[in-house]
């Protein structure tokens, strides 16, 4: 086993930086005089990342939306991959991004680079094919949920649970008022948190639609402050978007931020927001939420077409009973994705029930009935002890075994 091992590492999304960042932290600790580098965002970099490629290259979702991505993709995945043939990495870790890390662990892999992913993909919520490829792709799997090991291994694939790093981030009792005053938000008076997504897709898809609703809120008199987490890429874009739908009046009511979401999420008292990882930190906020999500018509109609669980949203699926992420091999996976009975423990409006009436009084009702947001809470709490674990240490010492049976 190496004394000063050389990790290569490819994130791709803002979460990704955040999680790969709380593990290079672990690393470090363990060879503090380790190399790591590859593609990557600002939270590695303050781990002393070697960013070849920011991870903002990485960060598109959909089908007909990567189209036009998708030269460029393919020739950094080239580029990179054939660096690190060269550099000849003691292992490759690929955070999330399974479109894109899949190929590259493959191509490394079978030059003898041992190969971890980080984040099983969501082959339980749909696209379950993937599976195929991540038996190719990885010699481990780091997953983040308590049920997937289980289902991974039963596939063939060497997978071990280690719980959620956010949940070891964030407190199990989030102080609102600390928050607030960070922020310099009133202590009186109830706060709506928009959250409409790290991509520009997802912004452009939602932002509308979550301004729109929140004027509604405001002009119902059920909240009285707006605030708003925009990722550092797309802040002029989202203050763009604020200047052109809000009136003078519901501007002074907003707080722009650039990043800074937890604080946003710790500090408010209900939230709209995106799917996505954003969720998982609301619900161990224990912040009631509507999530919402919207697309291009072509991309929504392929994405239902292949689901395999009625929600969306991480919060309905970990707080889900085990037997619903069990289909029975007679239920076909589009009558169990439309089962009428699934329970949700928060709303999800995607698409065209999006509608920003539909959101707004889908967050008034959070509002009017705070036994339900009290129940919700409990509900919350107990997910955040079932994912909390020493997520970093326990990262560490799989990549430990990794390296000394390579």
């Known amino acids: ?75 950094l995945r080239r580029n990179v991959g054939g660096r690190l043939l060269a550099e000849k990495p003691d292992l490759f870790i690929g955070v999330d991004a399974p479109d894109f890390n899949f190929a590259l662990e493959e191509r490394l892999r079978s030059a003898g680079i041992a190969t971890l992913h980080f984040v099983s993909p969501s082959f339980w919520a749909w696209r379950p094919e993937k599976l195929l490829r991540l038996r190719r792709a990885a010699d481990h799997v780091l997953c983040l949920f308590p049920f997937e090991p289980d289902l991974l291994r039963a596939a063939g694939i060497a997978a071990t649970y280690i719980g959620h790093p956010l949940a070891g981030v964030i407190p199990m009792e989030p102080n609102r008022a600390a928050a607030r005053a960070a922020l310099g938000l009133p202590q009186q008076g109830r706060v709506l948190a928009l959250l409409p997504g790290s991509r520009t897709a997802e912004v452009q898809h939602l932002g509308r639609r979550f301004f729109q609703a929140a004027q509604q809120v405001l002009q119902s008199g059920a909240i009285t402050q707006l605030v708003l987490p925009a990722v550092p890429h797309l802040f002029d874009r989202v203050q763009a978007l604020a200047g052109e739908m809000l009136t003078a009046a519901e501007k002074e009511r907003l707080l722009l931020l650039r990043g800074r979401a937890q604080d946003a999420l710790a500090a408010c008292d209900v939230t709209l927001i995106a799917s996505g990882t954003a969720t998982l930190e609301a619900a161990l906020m224990k912040r009631p939420m509507v999530i919402a999500y919207a697309m291009p018509a072509a991309s929504y109609w392929l994405m239902r077409r292949r689901r395999q669980l009625p929600w969306v949203g991480l919060p309905n699926i970990l707080c889900a009973p085990l037997r619903w992420l069990q289909r029975p091999a007679n239920v076909p996976a589009h009558q169990w994705a439309d089962a009428p009975d699934a329970p949700f423990a928060v709303p999800e409006l995607l698409q065209h029930a999006a509608t920003p009436a539909a959101l707004a009084a889908a967050v008034q009702h959070w509002l009017a009935h705070p036994d339900e947001v009290a129940a919700l809470q409990q509900r919350f709490t107990a997910l955040h002890h079932e994912l909390r674990r020493d997520s970093a240490f326990l990262a560490a010492d799989v990549i430990q075994s990794l390296l000394a049976h390579t």
Do not use: N
């Open 1 to 75: 086993m190496p004394a000063t091992p050389f990790f290569a590492l490819a994130a791709g999304e803002a979460s990704g930086d955040v999680l790969a960042a709380q593990l290079l932290a672990a690393l470090a600790a363990r060879w503090p005089a380790m190399r790591a580098a590859g593609i990557g965002g600002a939270y590695m970099a303050a781990q002393g990342f070697e960013v070849w490629e920011p991870v903002e290259k990485l960060s598109v979702r959909g089908y007909w939306e990567v189209l036009p991505r998708l030269p460029a993709l393919l020739r």
